[in-house]
Nanobody
Framework: QMQVVESGGGLVQPGGSLRLSCEYS????????GGWYRQAPGKQRDLVAD???????GHVDSVKGRFTISRDNAATTGYLQMNDLKPTDTVVYYC??????????WGQGTQVAVSA
């Protein structure tokens, strides 16, 4: 079964940190890229950061210097380290795994709330 499962979301105060994890099934093969997206209610899902199998990363301007994407291929897990969180970071975060053979596989999302 091909699964992508996010975890690590929660409630944090402004300026705090969270580390999101994305565990994906070993049955997902030919992976070319992984990414983190976020989506507010009624809005489109936007890319936050992505990483290729070669380890090349990209982060959108609004999170540069605060968020860092990484992955552990041996553990089939991706991460999004989020520092200096702001109330505007309060949304649901989704992990996407892209396989050249299987297509896009999404997780169910994890809620992040930043509030005093």
């Amino acid at each position: 079964q091909m699964q992508v499962v996010e975890s690590g979301g929660g409630l944090v105060q402004p300026g705090g940190s969270l580390r999101l994890s994305c565990e994906y099934s070993r049955s997902i093969f030919s992976i070319v890229r992984g990414g983190w997206y976020r989506q507010a209610p009624g809005k489109q899902r936007d890319l936050v950061a992505d990483i290729t199998t070669d380890g090349v990363t990209g982060h959108v301007d609004s999170v540069k210097g605060r968020f860092t994407i990484s992955r552990d291929n041996a553990a089939t897990t991706g991460y999004l380290q989020m520092n200096d969180l702001k109330p505007t970071d309060t949304v649901v975060y989704y992990c996407e795994v892209i396989s050249s053979r299987l297509g896009d596989i999404w997780g169910q999302g994890t809620q992040v709330a930043v509030s005093a």
